[in-house]
Structures are given as C-alpha cells and as structure tokens.
C-alpha cells in the first residue's frame, strides 16, 4: 500500500508540473504537448488491441491443427503448454507437428499418390534427421509467408537460416488438401522444386558435406507429389525455400 501511495504521490507531483510548464508555453507548444500526451494515451489501447488480434489469430490456428490432428490422425491435442516461438514479422503461418514422419508419410499416401527416392518402404524415411523434432513432445514453428530467401542471403546458409523440415512441408500440404482440397503449393515445374532443408540424411560418417536434403513438387506428368534427394554441394538456389527463422 505504501509503494502504490507513493508512487501516486509522484503522479500527482509531475502533472503539477506539467500544468506550471503550460502556463508559461506559447499556444502552439501547449498544443503539441497535447499532441504528444494523447499519442501516449493511446499507445497503450493500440497495443492491447494488437496483443489481443494476435493471440486470437493464434487460438485460431491452434483451433484448427487440433480439429486436424482428430480427424485424420485420431489424435486428441492439447495445446495449453505448447511453447509458440515469438512471431516476426513476414510469419504469419503456424505449424505444429505432433507424430513422426513415418506418420506423416502414411497419412498422406490415403490422399494423395506419393513418391519417395527409394524402393524401400519406410527404411529411408526413418533415417531422415531433422533440425526439430515431434520425439520429444509437440513442438510449434512460425513459417514464412513466402517461399524464397530474400535478396540479402543469396543463398541458402544452415548458419543463418532455419528452412522448413520435411514433415512440416508434408503437413502443410495435408492439411492444405483435406480443408481446402487444393494443393498447398501448385507449381509442377520440377525446377522449382520446394527444399526441405531442414531434413537431411547422412551418407557417410555424418559429414554433412556428404549429406543429403529432401525436396518436394509435384510432378508435372504423373500427378503425385514427388521427394527425391539432392546432394549440399548441389546450387540450392535452384529450388525456393520457405524459411522458418533467420538466425
């Protein structure tokens, strides 16, 4: 009580002040003043206003992944303690990934024809690493509006860029189908190919110079969403990229 009197008391002091300070103003300083003090009024309002946008937005998005991961996973989510990275501007797409790729990959072959770069069933899929990772519980990413690295980077650099995984791109992509029943991403030219850089399988003593990186299209004859593999030392920039952080 005391502190809430006292800072009070300091309130009260400094608009004293302020009203001793615009006695001996002219009419146009006392009326920039005003200026200045209702802009601060307001500053807080449109900030709450922003704040409750965005958390509504979220709540939404969340809504929805929840309605998703039942009806096509029989998955009950309970996102109450899900970590949601900070939003940055340009992120305004949020992605929560609950099972495992192997999951993923099943669910998706139910809707649509789906190619992968080996004979083998799952053996490959199961290999595959990623830069984040359901193992350990739920985990949310914001992904970038846009599918290119920006004209600053020129060029895909793990250091700097976090890019999307191949089970949030295949995510995507379901989720895009089953609510909409349009591709999430309609291009069929396999030179632009959508990189899923943040997956990749080592091909010898876990040198990532020897590794290797997923990347999804459609193909353009066959009608079935393609992922075959490309080396790093490949020129990435030949496929786009959907970020989802610059580090």
Same mark, same amino acid.
């Given at each position: ?5 006292s800072?009070?008391g300091?309130l ?9 300070l615009v006695?001996k103003r002219s009419e ?6 005003l200026e200045?003090l209702q ?15 965005a ?9 929805s992944?929840?309605?998703?991961y039942l009806? +096509?996973?029989d998955l009950?989510? =309970?996102? *109450? ?7 940055r &501007?340009?992120f305004?797409?949020l992605?929560v990934?609950?099972?495992?790729l192997?999951?993923i ?8 024809p789906?190619?992968k770069h080996t004979?083998?069933e ?9 830069e ?5 519980g739920p985990?949310?990413?914001?992904v970038?509006d846009?599918?290119?690295?920006? +004209?600053?980077?020129?060029?895909f =650099?793990? *250091?700097r860029?976090a890019?999307?995984n191949?089970? &949030? ?7 895009c ?7 999430f991403?309609?291009?069929?030219n ?12 080592y091909l010898?003593?876990?040198?990532w ?15 079935r969403?393609r992922?075959?593999?490309y ?5 990435l920039i030949?496929?786009?990229?959907r970020?989802?952080?610059?580090k």
């Amino acid at each position: 009580m005391a502190a809430n009197t006292s800072r009070k008391g300091r309130l009260i002091s400094l608009c004293g002040s302020a009203i001793e300070l615009v006695n001996k103003r002219s009419e146009a300083q006392v009326e920039s003043l005003l200026e200045a003090l209702q802009k601060f009024k307001s500053a807080p309002q449109e900030l709450l206003l922003k704040q409750d946008s965005a958390t509504s937005d979220i709540d939404t998005q969340l809504a929805s992944w929840r309605r998703f991961y039942l009806t +096509e996973f029989d998955l009950t989510c =309970d996102f *109450t303690s899900l970590a949601i990275p900070e939003r940055r &501007e340009g992120f305004s797409r949020l992605v929560v990934v609950v099972p495992p790729l192997d999951h993923i990959f099943r669910r998706c072959r139910k809707h649509f024809p789906l190619w992968k770069h080996t004979r083998r069933e799952l053996g490959n899929i199961r290999s595959i690493l990623s830069e984040r990772d359901p193992k350990n519980g739920p985990y949310a990413v914001w992904v970038q509006d846009a599918d290119f690295i920006p +004209e600053e980077y020129g060029y895909f =650099d793990r *250091t700097r860029i976090a890019s999307i995984n191949l089970s &949030e791109r295949l995510l995507l992509e379901l989720k895009c189908l089953v609510e909409t029943g349009k591709r999430f991403d309609n291009r069929v030219n396999n030179l632009e190919r959508n990189q899923c850089a943040g997956s990749y399988r080592y091909l010898n003593l876990r040198d990532w110079s020897r590794a290797v990186l997923p990347t999804v299209f459609w193909g353009s004859l066959e009608g079935r969403l393609r992922v075959p593999w490309y080396s790093v030392l490949q020129d990435l920039i030949s496929g786009s990229l959907r970020v989802v952080e610059f580090k």
